[in-house]
């Protein structure tokens, strides 16, 4: 995890406003993070806190490209990553979490990791499905084949037995 310190920001002594943070996120990001489906990526992630008496709010602004495999066919995929997202930290007795947006944190806390925030903000741009246009040709045609070969197969004799079934009830 030594990868990630640089996103451990320290808030106690931080006077009351506005401060910006930039971080290039990379590979070695997304290889901190167990059973990530992200092989690489180039993304810029901007970072303005601004710090007030009883808690903190952070707006994330994110851009660039994540490379992932296909879902059809697991050929590298290129995914563009765009946009913004706010975090609330509140301070408090103990971790809580109150929604989606709001954090709190016990209030003796000095700092805050905010790494497994950029990458769930990350995630979330993702598509359902993770999958190259189609009419480009992209997907391994191999690939591609055989999958289509197996669709077309023969199908199992229940399933159209239980198929003439519902046919006969319409």
Not at 23 to 43: A, D, P, T, V
Not at 58 to 87: H, K, T, W, Y
Not at 137 to 159: F, I, S
């Amino acid at each position: 995890m030594k990868v990630l310190k640089e996103f451990v920001i320290p808030f106690v002594g931080l006077k009351e406003g506005v401060h910006d943070y930039e971080f290039e996120i990379g590979k070695s990001f997304f290889e901190s993070f167990e059973y990530s489906e992200i092989e690489q990526g180039s993304i810029r992630a901007e970072v303005s806190m601004e710090k007030k008496e009883r808690m903190l709010i952070f707006n994330f602004r994110l851009s660039g490209e994540v490379q992932l495999p296909c879902d059809r066919c697991l050929a590298p995929l290129n995914m563009p990553i765009e946009g913004a997202d706010r975090l609330i930290v509140k301070f408090g007795l103990e971790y809580e979490e109150e929604s989606e947006e709001i954090l709190v944190i016990p209030e003796t806390d000095s700092q805050i990791d905010i790494s497994s925030f950029i990458y769930e903000y990350i995630m979330l741009k993702l598509p359902i499905q993770k999958i190259h246009p189609e009419g480009e040709n992209l997907c391994d045609q191999t690939v591609v084949e055989k999958l289509e070969q197996h669709a077309q197969a023969d199908t199992d004799p229940r399933w159209d037995a239980l198929k003439d079934l519902k046919n006969n009830i319409d």
